[in-house]
Structures are given as structure tokens and as C-alpha cells.
């Protein structure tokens, strides 16, 4: 089993591009999230899905759009790009409010 | 005031300490409890989850104090390999959004 699954591993952007982050898990997790994670600072939640066909936001969803497009793949989307989106993205999945498991993490730079 | 603290740190220890962390939570409904490892620039791994019991696995003891809403990380025999962050997590009673503290950084020397 591959667990999470997060592609691309880096990217580097300018302001007003778009993109999207892609999540896949193979462990039959029920919910999935989506991090940011700024230097030297914790973990903050932008968006998770409890289920497939739901989502909800997080602490930092601004700027953000996420689409839950089966029980296994979670994207995340920047519609227009910021260099305060500078950060590295983590995605995770859990059966429930069990462990959650991450993905190695993608390291966007936005100039 | 934060839903989950943690000590600040950062922890600077010799090789072979025994060095303790705390991490408070605000939510008393909260239902499961977990300590991750970060590495530098890595993922965050689960280390142990925290039972009400307490547990232990084999240098980590984790224990959980619901009337005081605290859990605690004890790391004994302290290894260079220890060095990391330790990231405290809370999570609520049902399917939701778990949440992480900010992290406290231990670096063990020899």
C-alpha cells in the first residue's frame, strides 16, 4: 500500500496562477484533510471531508477550494495564487477521528 | 486562548536525559488523544496514541488527566535520534476536524 499520496512534491508559481494539489489515499479512509504548514509554525487546517460528498472548512480556508472526488482523492485548489500561500501542504486521511496519516507534503513557493 | 497548547520549548537536552512535555486542551468533550513526531521537513508520524490508562512504548510513557485536561509526553534514555518535533493532537467526539498544537522542538546532544 502506497497510504497518501500527494502530488506534485514541489512547485513554485507567480502571483495570480492557479493550481491544483492532488490527494490520494488507498486505506479506505472515510475522511481526509488538508493542511498548511508556515516556517516554524504548527499545522493549521484549511479544509476536510468527514465523507465522500462533504467538506467543510477549516482555521484557513480563504483563498481555497477543495473538491472531494471519490472516497479516495481530496484536491485542494488556489484559484489566484498569493505570496502568503507560501507554505508547505500536508494531506491526510483517517478512518473517523482515528490516527491520521500523512502525506509526504507539497513545498509551493509563490513569487 | 489556543483549543490545544503546548510547551514552547525548544527543549535542548544531553544524551540519556529524561525530558517531559505537556500539551492542554480547552474542549472537555474531547474523545481521543495522540502525540506525532515531525522530522525537519517531513510528514508528521503518529508516535503513540494516549489512553486515559496511560501507556507506554518502550522509552515513551504518554498519559492523559481529563479533570485537568492535559496529556503529557515522557521520553526517557534520551537518543540523538529523539531530536524532532513533537506535535500534541486532540480530536473531537465525532468524524470532524482534529486539532494539532503548534509543536515543541527537542534537541537531544551529546
Known amino acids: 500500500n502506497a497510504g497518501v499520496t500527494q502530488t506534485p512534491k514541489f512547485q513554485v508559481l507567480k502571483t495570480g496562477q492557479s493550481m491544483t494539489l492532488q490527494c490520494a489515499q488507498d486505506m479506505n479512509h472515510n475522511s481526509m484533510y488538508w493542511y498548511r504548514q508556515d516556517p516554524g509554525m504548527g499545522l493549521r487546517l484549511i479544509y476536510y471531508s468527514a465523507s465522500e460528498g462533504t467538506t467543510d472548512k477549516g482555521e484557513v480556508p480563504n483563498g481555497y477550494n477543495v473538491s472531494r472526488l471519490n472516497k479516495r482523492e481530496f484536491s485542494l485548489r488556489l484559484e489566484s495564487a498569493a505570496p502568503s500561500q507560501t507554505s508547505v501542504y500536508f494531506c491526510a486521511s483517517s478512518h473517523l477521528s482515528d490516527t491520521q496519516y500523512f502525506g509526504p507534503g507539497t513545498r509551493l513557493t509563490v513569487l | 486562548r489556543k483549543e490545544v497548547e503546548q510547551d514552547p520549548g525548544p527543549f535542548n537536552v544531553p544524551e540519556g536525559a529524561t525530558v517531559a512535555f505537556n500539551c492542554t486542551y480547552s474542549?472537555?468533550?474531547?474523545?481521543?488523544f495522540f502525540w506525532y513526531r515531525q522530522d525537519c521537513r517531513k510528514e508528521p508520524k503518529l508516535l503513540m496514541s494516549?489512553?486515559?490508562s496511560g501507556n507506554e512504548d518502550g522509552r515513551f510513557t504518554a498519559q492523559l488527566n481529563r479533570a485537568s485536561q492535559y496529556i503529557s509526553l515522557l521520553i526517557r534514555d534520551s537518543k540523538l535520534s529523539d531530536s524532532a518535533t513533537y506535535l500534541c493532537v486532540v480530536n473531537p467526539p465525532s468524524a470532524g476536524k482534529s486539532t494539532f498544537g503548534d509543536g515543541t522542538t527537542l534537541t537531544v546532544k551529546p
Open positions: 474542549n472537555s468533550a474531547s474523545q481521543s
Open positions: 494516549v489512553y486515559s
